[in-house]
């Protein structure tokens, strides 16, 4: 699934029924509504695992979960006051906040690789992404200005190999020289489940790719005016993602079936191997940083390969899309 959105009108539906949310109590623990930009997954289970485990209440923090879906505009949800702090999807929403001075930065990353890949089939003679030059590749729209940038830089590939996708998987099925995006936790498992095709699955962040993912938005209002509580959501996260990969992942998971019912467990179970498997979440900067960490040499080579593919202005201060303030600390 795709974490780019942008219908506004399912995005002010969502915010409308967040500012619904009574006023906290004077004195108490401090309310962070926290926007996800899909319905409740695996990919989100460190923040559920947290919930559920009363790491945000034992840090002070009244914390809601406002699951997003199919149009929900997270960092415009941020910006506009409707959520305390948001999902980051990856690195290309965040340095797009930059560039459009919206006062809101990511403050943690809790998928130190993206998990997007593209897929290829098992027979099609692919086996690195340099093979796929020349191949049609189905790419969602928001692709296109993303990480396409990069397969683009890297391999040389045109935008004549790019045909729309549709989040449907029966043209690739149907087409055996299609490459098709998806995201590791979840498109290969769906195909080899349903069309009981195992396809050849490339992570773009194992070939270099430097975009994070599932960083934490928060809007510089409110880290000038509570510092401590946006410290005390990264350090809760970050002890609910230790717990949720590498310790009991129930109590997450309860609360990720209740908020979707459309979940099941093999999915959460294959989800979470995936993210173990592949460091999602432990490798890059969180090896020595700890969890959720981020670093500006990491943020400086995505900003060098986006604005050298004209993405952005090479005088854009690329430091304005995140701080590192909190990350320093975020060792529970």
């Known amino acids: 699934m795709l974490r780019f959105t942008h219908c506004l009108a399912a995005a002010a539906a969502l915010l409308a029924t967040a500012c619904s949310r009574p006023a906290p109590t004077a004195g108490g623990p401090t309310p962070i509504r926290f926007a996800t930009d899909w319905r409740a997954e695996a990919e989100q289970g460190g923040f559920y695992e947290a919930l559920a485990n009363g790491e945000y209440a034992r840090r002070g923090l009244a914390v809601t979960i406002v699951p997003g879906g199919p149009g929900v505009n997270v960092p415009q949800l941020v910006a506009s006051g409707a959520v305390e702090m948001g999902v980051g999807s990856n690195s290309f929403i965040v340095m797009n906040l930059a560039a459009e001075h919206v006062p809101v930065r990511a403050v943690a990353a809790f998928m130190q690789k993206d998990p997007q890949v593209l897929m290829a089939h098992p027979d099609a003679g692919i086996r690195s992404l340099a093979d796929m030059k020349g191949h049609p590749i189905l790419l969602a729209d928001a692709s296109v200005s993303a990480f396409w940038v990069w397969l683009k830089a890297k391999y040389g590939f045109t935008d004549s190999q790019v045909r729309k996708y549709t989040f449907n998987n029966g043209p690739f099925l149907a087409d055996e020289r299609l490459v098709q995006q998806g995201y590791l936790t979840s498109e290969p498992y769906t195909l080899e489940k349903e069309a009981h095709v195992k396809p050849a699955v490339f992570l773009l962040a194992d070939e270099g790719y430097p975009g994070y993912a599932g960083m934490v938005l928060a809007p510089d209002k409110l880290i000038a005016a509570n510092p401590a509580a946006v410290r005390a959501f ?99």
């Open 234 to 332: 990264v350090q809760a996260s970050a002890a609910g993602w230790r717990a949720y990969l590498h310790g009991d992942p129930a109590p997450g998971d309860r609360l990720i079936l209740k908020d979707n019912p459309e979940m099941t467990p093999d999915v959460l179970a294959q989800a979470r191997e995936k993210m173990r498997a592949y460091d999602i979440v432990d490798s890059g900067d969180a090896k020595t940083l700890g969890l959720g960490a981020m670093s500006d040499a990491r943020w400086a080579t995505f900003f060098k390969v986006a604005s050298e593919m004209g993405v952005y202005p090479k005088t854009l201060d690329d430091k304005r899309a995140y701080t590192l303030q909190f990350v320093q600390q975020a060792k529970p």
